[in-house]
């Protein structure tokens, strides 16, 4: 693929779509990233269905998804200070490691028949605080492995695609194997695959990185990148946005048992379909964002993408039928993928690269950290005024974000086409 190709139009549609496995250490990653989020979106719903079968409780589902994130909300702009800091790579096998030990501990206490509701908080907590430094340093590490810039874009569209594949795939696996075999299962596989990126880690050619001595302190570096963020508009502006949309309407996630067994009267193969379906619209956005020639026009698609986001999730509040529930959440799916990779993209682009960790720290917290609090209130919410009507209420609040959003969309575009140029 030559580097022109793209400008010139000479690629076909998957190559355009593809562009960015030409770079070897991309492909790596790719590959034991695809086989691991399988695992981990199969423990996600074996989690989540295990809570509820040992305590039928909403709020109960709504706290262990606050235990698991919190940390994010708690850790990640220091975790981006350290990956500024020290070897990405390097930090990434260690998370990787530590993941596939927390897996591990759920499939013994699982078959051991041990099994206790405080196990699961504990180690929710144990995962969140791992992936406060896995996430910011991931994010940022994407730029070493691509060698154009003008490939980045595809680059995270790509990585949502294979994000959603596993979402897609791994729930409707989880389901079927929750139905006959137990959720152990479903953890043990979670262990196994993260042998494959961690496999693919190690293979990588990584050129040095001269990262700088630091002689300012820790929090003097995490002042700056607070300051910074807030002072650039299309940062600040999409940092926002995205802290809303995960506050108020990622929580849907978290009820998703309730709909399936009490609202459409269904099993765990229920959960698995619903959750894929939410997958199967996120793939479908990320496929739309990686077959883009560049980030021009992003900041237009956050906001449309937030309110189909909002309205997927409205629609889906009020339904009390299995096929139409599944349509609607293919709708949030897509709303939600493009809102979260477009405002990823834009972050990436506009961002200076000696602040990228902290400011992707800031992205995982806005996307990760406010996520525990939502699961918090919607838990609460759903066990005072149902889960649907929690839902339509949430996506009401991402709407208006959106809306929000969408009057400083002028001062967005200015800097993405200052950082790249529109012949590319």
């Not at 729930?171 to 006959?180: Q, T």
């Not at 937030?306 to 599944?326: H, K």
């Not at 919410?381 to 969408?406: E, H, K, N």
Request: charged share 10%; with cysteine.
């Amino acid at each position: 693929m030559k580097e022109n190709d793209v400008s010139s139009g000479k690629l076909t549609s998957l190559d355009l779509i593809l562009r960015a496995l030409q770079y070897r250490n991309y492909r790596l990653f790719f590959g034991g990233q695809s086989i691991s989020l399988i695992g981990t979106w199969m423990q996600r719903v074996a989690v989540s269905w295990l809570v509820y079968r040992l305590t039928n409780s909403a709020f109960l589902l709504g706290l262990v998804g606050f235990a698991g994130q919190i940390p994010t909300f708690l850790i990640a702009p220091i975790a981006g200070v350290v990956a500024d800091r020290y070897n990405q790579h390097r930090i990434l096998v260690i998370t990787q490691t530590l993941l596939l030990m927390q897996a591990l501990a759920l499939w013994f206490l699982v078959i051991t028949k041990t099994i206790e509701i405080w196990q699961i908080i504990t180690l929710a907590m144990f995962m969140g605080f791992v992936n406060s430094f896995d996430m910011p340093t991931r994010q940022s590490f994407v730029v070493h492995m691509i060698e154009d810039r003008a490939d980045l874009g595809n680059a995270i569209a790509l990585n949502s695609t294979m994000v959603n594949i596993a979402r897609l795939v791994g729930p409707s696996l989880a389901g079927i194997l929750v139905a006959a075999a137990g959720e152990g299962i479903c953890f043990l596989i979670n262990a196994v695959s993260f042998l494959a990126v961690i496999a693919s880690l190690l293979a990588m050619r990584i050129t040095p990185v001269k990262i700088e001595a630091k002689k300012s302190h820790v929090l003097r570096e995490l002042e700056e990148g607070f300051i910074y963020s807030l002072r650039t508009p299309p940062i600040r502006n999409t940092i926002l946005l995205l802290a809303l949309v995960s506050l108020m309407g990622m929580p849907y996630m978290v009820l998703m048992p309730v709909f399936a067994r009490d609202i459409l009267h269904g099993g765990p193969h229920t959960l698995g379909f619903l959750m894929a379906a939410s997958g199967l619209g996120a793939l479908m956005g990320a496929l739309y964002l990686a077959s883009r020639k560049s980030g021009h026009g992003l900041e237009k698609a956050v906001p449309i993408a937030a309110v189909t986001f909002g309205v997927g999730l409205i629609t889906f509040g009020l339904s009390r039928v299995y096929v139409l529930s599944l349509i609607f959440l293919v709708v949030a799916g897509l709303g939600m993928m493009v809102q979260m990779a477009s405002s990823n993209t834009i972050l990436q682009v506009v961002v200076d690269d000696d602040k990228r960790a902290r400011v992707m720290s800031f992205y995982t917290m806005a996307f990760m950290g406010m996520a525990p609090f939502g699961n918090l209130l919607a838990g609460a919410m759903a066990a005072a005024i149902g889960a649907p009507i929690t839902t339509m209420i949430c996506g009401a609040c991402c709407i208006l974000g959106a809306l929000f959003y969408a009057g400083n969309i002028p001062v967005i575009k200015k800097s993405v086409d200052v950082q790249i140029p529109l012949t590319q």
